[in-house]
């Protein structure tokens, strides 16, 4: 098999596999490997899980597509119980997590320019952030590295370094429209931001009437141990985008807001011809019902609790190879002394799969499904990394 007529814009492992169960990955041959990426924080109910497969297959007996021209039931019964586990009246479904944030920073300047303030389209953003590959979405996250090579950035973005509430609020002015803000950056490094920092947001969006959009594309669907990582400050956004989790492997983004926040959005104001399809709509529904249940969370938080202690006594082993363990939940991130490059490739050889990030950062993403035996074998692949990276470093002349 060659891959010559793919486009090279992935730096993709030599592994190919051919089945999943659970926490677990199988290549052709028959080796296993414990995935703690999950398809980049998506498969937050691992590989096969009956409840899924079923939901999709039954949809898939009846319809699979058949375009927002028409009334669809289940897009109806999965807004309504977005809307009642969370802050959002209203739900635009879409496709990933970039049309999410998309749909989110239209929305806000669609509010402002039905009340008459057609200038208020700036948004504040945050250095670190990740928002997704679009050109709006890259021009919102303003790293100069994805955005080199296509021309100007899309206008009406502001950059914050830090998390510092007087440069936010100098930063807004009378073109200001709504900030943009991860609770938890991922692709930024696992960067948890604090919930008093979230707070204040809060209260400066109120008086100055801007809208705060939250993007839990990474963080949300049960990944910090509550339904969205925002709950953890008690904070009530305007406008929020959600993907990855909410599939559990199959493509679906969501677009939540207030009605006010989303007043703007009326007939022939944005549209999807995949938003909404009735398989993600079917597979949605279904990880919702197991994610938000409150056992399933109190069991990730305990499972969160138990592998953070690992990667801790882990870092207290090997301080030269990890400097340091970031944050919550299952969304974690092991800063690295060196490459982290290399230290994923050692777990990858210890049969362990993982996500890189930047500032050094291995993130630790795994299906929220995991327990006692797949902490023991992260555990295991974990030290056997920092064993064979030490070993080489002692190599080193």
Request: glycine share 10%; aromatic share 6%; charged share 15%.
């Amino acid at each position: 098999m060659t891959l010559n007529a793919i486009m090279p814009t992935y730096r993709r492992a030599p592994l190919a596999f051919a089945k999943g169960q659970g926490a677990w990955l199988m290549t052709e041959d028959g080796t296993l490997y414990l995935d703690f990426a999950a398809g980049v924080a998506v498969n937050v109910l691992g590989y096969r899980h009956p409840a899924l497969v079923a939901a999709l297959c039954a949809q898939a007996d009846n319809i699979w597509h058949i375009s927002n021209l028409y009334t669809v039931p289940q897009q109806q019964h999965l807004a309504a119980k977005l809307t009642e586990l969370s802050f959002a009246e209203q739900v635009f479904f879409c496709n990933s997590g970039a049309e999410a944030v998309e749909g989110a920073i239209k929305t806000a300047r669609k509010y402002h320019a039905s009340k008459g303030d057609e200038e208020r389209y700036e948004i504040i953003c945050f250095r670190g952030a990740f928002h997704g590959r679009t050109l709006t979405a890259l021009a919102a996250a303003g790293n100069e590295a994805h955005l080199a090579g296509y021309g100007p950035p899309a206008p009406g973005f502001i950059h914050i370094d830090g998390f510092h509430l007087d440069q936010v609020e100098a930063a807004i002015g009378s073109a200001t429209a709504a900030i943009l803000i991860e609770p938890i950056q991922g692709e930024g490094g696992i960067v948890c931001v604090p919930d008093e920092f979230l707070i204040g947001l809060r209260r400066l969006c109120d008086t100055h009437g801007v809208l705060l959009i939250l993007d839990e594309v990474q963080s949300g669907m049960g990944r910090t141990g509550k339904l969205f990582a925002h709950e953890w400050a008690a904070v009530r956004p305007d406008i929020m985008a959600v993907a990855k989790g909410l599939g559990g492997g199959f493509p679906i983004g969501a677009v939540l807001a207030n009605k006010e926040a989303a007043c703007g959005m009326t007939v022939g104001t944005h549209g999807s011809t995949y938003g909404g399809n009735l398989l993600a709509m079917a597979v949605g529904a279904t990880v919702l019902d197991i994610v938000a249940d409150a056992d399933f969370l109190a069991h990730v938080n305990q499972t969160a609790q138990a592998l953070r202690e690992k990667l801790d006594e882990l870092a207290s082993n090997y301080g030269d190879i990890i400097q340091a363990i970031h944050g919550r939940g299952l969304m974690l991130g092991v800063q690295c002394v060196g490459n982290n490059m290399d230290f994923m490739v050692a777990l990858r050889d210890a049969h362990m799969l993982t996500v890189a990030a930047s500032n050094s950062v291995v993130r630790l993403l795994p299906p929220l499904i995991i327990g006692e035996k797949e902490i023991a074998a992260a555990y295991t692949a974990l030290q056997t990394a920092c064993d064979s990276l030490r070993a080489q470093q002692a190599r080193v002349p």
